[in-house]
Nanobody, 127 residues
Framework: QVQLVESGGGLVQAGGSLRLSCAASTRTFSAYDMGWFRQAPGKGRESVAAISRSGGRTYYADSVKGRFTISRDNAKNTVYLQMISLKPEDTAVYYC????????????????????WGQGTQVTVSS
């Protein structure tokens, strides 16, 4: 069982920046693909970004490309989401997720591929 704990959320003005962190309680962090998802009020959960086990591959939703950067530090069992140029529409609860299964194809935007989820951290962007 892997526990994921997100931190770094908060209230920021439009155009501002935040860095989210997700710490994983596992000694085999490098065995997990990691993803960030978000859920805005009244909307479904959507994929934001993902990173492969080694960090060699990344994925970004079109809505965040060029503004968000996902990274990981396998020595610290932590994945990060650096967010700049934040917009009010980025307001949501942000969740990190971990996938331990090796699938034939890499589809990091598919939420059902992830085994473990954090509790989420609120990001609010004011206009």
């Amino acid at each position: 069982q892997v526990q994921l704990v997100e931190s770094g959320g908060g209230l920021v003005q439009a155009g501002g920046s935040l860095r989210l962190s997700c710490a994983a309680s596992t000694r085999t962090f490098s065995a997990y693909d990691m993803g960030w998802f978000r859920q805005a009020p009244g909307k479904g959960r959507e994929s934001v970004a993902a990173i492969s086990r080694s960090g060699g591959r990344t994925y970004y939703a079109d809505s965040v490309k060029g503004r968000f950067t996902i990274s990981r530090d396998n020595a610290k069992n932590t994945v990060y989401l650096q967010m700049i140029s934040l917009k009010p529409e980025d307001t949501a609860v942000y969740y990190c997720a971990a996938n331990s299964v090796h699938y034939a194809s890499w589809d990091p935007h598919v939420s059902s591929r992830y085994d473990y989820w954090g509790q989420g951290t609120q990001v609010t962007v004011s206009s």
